[in-house]
């Protein structure tokens, strides 16, 4: 079996070719990822000399890199993505070509080269938002709802992705999970923020009034969810990947500075993101009874082993705190102190 991920140095796709190493050691895995700022090999050093991993640095927007990369593979499984909201409104251009542009021209390559199986990695924000305060979740036959930069880029290429089934035959899958969060994720999103910044004594920016809530799954049950897909899913059909929780921002922060020990006055109320999504959450009825998936780790256990391998890892994540991502930071939150 050769299986092509794309965007496998960055965080769920770094978790995926870990676990894809240890489940399938005879399974050559190319990992096809440009390195972005969201990029980062290092994420994937205990697999690195492993010889049936090998890493190609190209882009999916580019049709000659990923036609050579393509050759004789019989799976792809599509991470590679712009995945930031709050990047995708201030300059929503990288998003759509990259997001949609680059699925198109994978889903290109994957028809001429006659690919097995395309796999594609979406999420649960193409579903739009639902009310705080309701019962109601999403799930496969929910209709499109995008409201970010971000989500609108990954419905219009879930579209592709279901039209490239309908249209050529392509034997595709979807999977839309909601927020992942664990160890090498990149300290932009929440739960990084919220600990690397609780362990430097910086404040943690809290949008809005900080009440917007979401589902957060463990990275590693998200690579055997979508492991499962790969292996037992049924073809042309999505399946909705949840956690089975509801936490808000200011849950996050509180769990965070009990962990580190920190004072609530770290926690510092901003500006909330334009058209902030108020809730999401996924009913993944489907993948429980087809696959008999179910999440193994839950937030009490998965926060507790995220905020422990920051702990153990500040050299990394200071690293890629710094350089233009300090400049991110300052422009997004203006919390400098
Ligand atoms: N993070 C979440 O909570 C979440 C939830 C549901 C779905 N998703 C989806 O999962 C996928 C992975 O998310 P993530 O959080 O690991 O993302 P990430 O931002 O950590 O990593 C994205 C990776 O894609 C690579 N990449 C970006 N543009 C590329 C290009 N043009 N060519 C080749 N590689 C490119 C980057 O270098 C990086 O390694 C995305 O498709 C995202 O939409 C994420």
């Not at 579209?159 to 969060?181: C, D, F």
């Not at 160890?183 to 910044?197: A, D, G, R, S």
Request: aromatic share 12%; proline share 4%; net charge neutral.
């Amino acid at each position: 079996m050769r299986i092509m991920v794309t965007g496998g140095a960055g965080f769920m796709g770094s978790d995926f070719v870990r676990y894809l190493a240890k489940e399938h050691p005879d399974w050559e895995i190319i990992n096809f990822d440009v390195l972005t700022y969201a990029g980062d090999l290092s994420r994937l050093n205990e697999i690195a000399s492993h010889p049936t991993y090998h890493f190609i640095k190209g882009d999916i927007t580019d049709p000659e890199a990923v036609d050579r990369a393509m050759e004789g593979v019989d799976m792809v499984v599509h991470f590679a993505a712009e995945t930031h909201v709050d990047r995708s409104i201030m300059d929503a251009s990288v998003f759509v070509r990259t997001n949609v542009l680059g699925t198109h021209i994978l889903l290109e390559a994957a028809r001429k080269h006659t690919v097995k199986r395309f796999h594609h990695v979406s999420t649960d924000e193409v579903y739009g938002e639902l009310d705080l305060e309701a019962n109601e979740k999403f799930n496969e036959e929910s209709p499109y709802r995008p409201r970010s930069p971000y989500a609108a880029s990954k419905a219009a290429s879930d579209h592709l992705v279901y039209a490239y089934h309908t249209t050529y035959g392509l034997p595709v899958t979807i999977s839309h999970s909601v927020n992942n969060y664990g160890v090498y994720h990149f300290p932009e999103k929440i739960i990084p923020l919220f600990i690397t910044n609780a362990l430097e004594d910086k404040p943690m920016p809290i949008y809005g009034d900080g009440l917007s809530a979401r589902d957060y799954l463990y990275v590693s049950d998200h690579s055997r969810a979508i492991h499962l897909i790969l292996t037992k899913g049924r073809i042309g059909e999505a399946y909705c990947i949840a956690g089975n929780n509801k936490t808000n921002g200011i849950q996050v922060a509180d769990v965070i500075l009990a962990a580190t020990n920190k004072p609530a006055t770290l926690k510092r109320f901003v500006k909330d993101r334009p058209g902030h999504d108020r809730r999401y959450a996924l009913d993944a009825s489907k993948i429980e009874r087809e696959l008999g998936f179910r999440p193994q780790v839950n937030f009490e256990e998965g926060i507790k082993r995220t905020i422990d391998w920051y702990r153990n890892n500040v050299e990394w994540w200071k690293r890629v705190k710094s350089g233009e991502y300090q400049k991110y930071y300052e422009r997004q939150y203006q919390l400098t102190k």
